[in-house]
């Protein structure tokens, strides 16, 4: 199992949070907070992390969901959190066990193989007006302004309205029965070979500017898919500071992105 990742910025300094094990790769993206709450989440997305990486490393064929409301749990009581007034983060997981691929999505950091994308569209399918609003003024060139930032406040709170309960969408929080809705599928290794995993800052404007071949991206060296993530930094920056062709949150987005291959 050959593991390549890269992140924008580093580990320390990124909301996004790529861990490995043996047989695992596991990656996070900590929601920028518009709105007060009582730890950064990058503080979050890397506590539950490594929670995820412990429990993977001493029972590396759990189930999935399992594992993850575990996690979940213990990331609620070290940090001393409260359901509804917390961070969140997306968790994307892939596990080899034999010849059978696991794959586990809560939220929207997608995983891609040759299968397609498989991903976790409930937020989206939401089609919240205060999203609809905000982009919309981004693409008419109204730019990163404070208003921006206030939109985005009252996005978040229209969220954590609808966080993790029927009806909304689910995501990783400080509710662990979160972790049940989480999206899983299995499939054997030799239908794919390769896996890429990616946060929407990567994923997004990868795909926008077309430098979405996932089957070459999979063959990346880590200073390879780097290079790639830089690239994206510098569309973001050069051509399109405004965020007016790829309506997103903030010029730039935390970026992580993992390339699995397996000997098969």
């Not at 917390?86 to 891609?112: H, K, N, Y």
């Not at 972790?179 to 290794?189: D, F, I, K, T």
Request: charged content about 30%.
């Amino acid at each position: 199992m050959r593991i390549e990742t890269a992140q924008l910025p580093d580990y320390a300094d990124s909301d996004d949070k790529i861990l490995t094990t043996e047989n695992a790769v596991i990656v996070l993206d900590g929601a920028s907070a518009f709105r007060p709450v009582p730890v950064p989440a990058s503080l979050y997305a890397a506590t539950l992390g490594e929670a995820l990486q412990l429990r993977l490393r001493r029972e590396p064929s759990a189930d999935l969901r399992a594992v993850l409301s575990e996690s979940i749990q213990a990331t609620t009581d070290v940090l001393e959190l409260t359901p509804g007034d917390s961070p969140s983060s997306t968790v994307a997981i892939v596990r080899r066990s034999g010849d059978q691929v696991d794959e586990l999505v809560l939220g929207d950091s997608p995983i891609i193989t040759a299968a397609g994308v498989f991903e976790d569209p409930r937020l989206d399918e939401l089609e919240l007006p205060e999203r609809r609003a905000y982009r919309n003024r981004l693409a008419s060139g109204a730019g990163y302004d404070e208003h921006h930032r206030a939109m985005l406040r009252e996005l978040q709170d229209a969220q954590a309205e609808r966080r993790n309960r029927e009806g909304g969408y689910w995501i990783a929080e400080a509710a662990p029965t979160a972790a049940a809705h989480a999206l899983v599928r299995s499939w054997n290794v030799h239908e794919a070979p390769w896996a890429v995993l990616a946060t929407d800052g990567a994923f997004n404007t990868m795909t926008h500017i077309e430098t979405d071949d996932w089957p070459r991206v999979a063959g990346m060296s880590s200073a390879e898919l780097f290079a790639e993530l830089e690239r994206c930094q510098a569309w973001e920056a050069h051509v399109d500071p405004d965020g007016t062709d790829l309506p997103r949150s903030k010029r730039h987005d935390d970026k992580a992105i993992a390339a699995v291959r397996w000997d098969v």
